[in-house]
């Protein structure tokens, strides 16, 4: 089956028939989904890999709802849960979609039952918290949620952004959901794949972003790399006085552009920045073999 034709979304909320019928499925089904999902290897296991009854039963006394894409012999195929924060808006967490049902759409069907229903209700925005290094925001931003806030994760060396978008406008594919962010007061680091390498531009100054990556971009293309692709950003906070000096040394070329290695993964500062420096928080990461191709704007 390559549709979600014949699921069905279910909403749960909590009562002590739905707890002991659902929370050890619900547990099963995103330890199965958040268990070896990293398009990057070597990160820190994700939380979704040690869900467990009790926590989902916990949960769901505490307020969240759980949307449930169904089979229909009433397996699971997906599921997602949902806090209600009143006018701050209705907080997506905990998206999964079992191996089996991967690649099939399955939670876009089911966000797209959350946000027909956080619109009925009024709700001014539906938001989520994604890991960057994970390559999660870019799934997101093909769904229509823009970059809001950028964040280090508490309890790892991961960095987080939140996403949100209004339930009451269709949704419209972002490629680069950047546009809400204020102008960047740091340098711009932005890592690219070209000519079978991996590259690193760091643009100074830049109206935005995705200008910096504009930037970036041109440098490589005035080497004379005409297939560039971007692999990620990264955003040093002003609390690194030089951040320059974290990549002293690292590949070979000039202060501003550099090739750095053949292999992408192997460049620790790159897969995770922020265990070189606390402060350096990456902003986007797109999945090997799903680089970016961008046009040149000189």
């Avoid at 709802?65 to 006018?87: F, I, K, M, Q």
């Avoid at 290094?133 to 806030?149: F, I, K, W």
């Amino acid at each position: 089956m390559t549709t979600t034709e014949a699921l069905s979304v279910r909403r749960l909320s909590a009562d002590d028939e739905t707890i002991r019928r659902w929370a050890r499925p619900i547990a099963n089904a995103t330890r199965r989904a958040y268990a070896g999902s990293d398009p990057i290897p070597g990160l820190p296991l994700p939380d979704g890999a040690l869900a467990r009854a009790a926590e989902v039963a916990a949960d769901l006394r505490d307020g969240s709802t759980v949307w449930l894409a169904l089979e229909p012999d009433g397996t699971a195929a997906g599921v997602v849960r949902v806090r209600d924060h009143g006018s701050d808006g209705w907080e997506v967490s905990r998206v999964a979609t079992v191996p089996s049902s991967k690649r099939r759409g399955v939670a876009r069907r089911i966000l797209d039952e959350i946000e027909r229903a956080a619109a009925e209700a009024g709700t001014p925005r539906v938001w989520l918290n994604a890991v960057v290094e994970r390559c999660l925001p870019s799934y997101y931003a093909g769904l229509g949620y823009q970059v809001v806030d950028h964040w280090p994760s508490p309890d790892k060396d991961l960095t987080e952004v939140t996403m949100q978008r209004d339930p009451t406008v269709p949704s419209r594919p972002e490629a680069f959901p950047w546009a809400a962010m204020p102008p960047p007061t740091a340098p711009v680091i932005c890592w690219f794949v070209a000519d079978s390498a991996l590259w690193l531009a760091i643009i100074d100054s830049a109206s935005s972003v995705l200008a910096a990556v504009d930037k970036a971009a041109n440098l490589l293309a005035s080497g004379g790399l005409t297939d560039r692709r971007l692999a990620g950003v990264d955003l040093p906070t002003p609390g690194i006085a030089n951040p320059r000096r974290l990549f002293a040394g690292l590949g070979e070329g000039r202060a501003d552009v550099r090739r750095v290695a053949v292999d992408r993964l192997s460049v620790r500062c790159h897969v995770t920045p922020r265990v070189i420096h606390p402060e350096l928080l990456a902003f986007w990461r797109l999945a090997p073999g799903h680089e970016a191709a961008l046009p040149n704007r000189r």
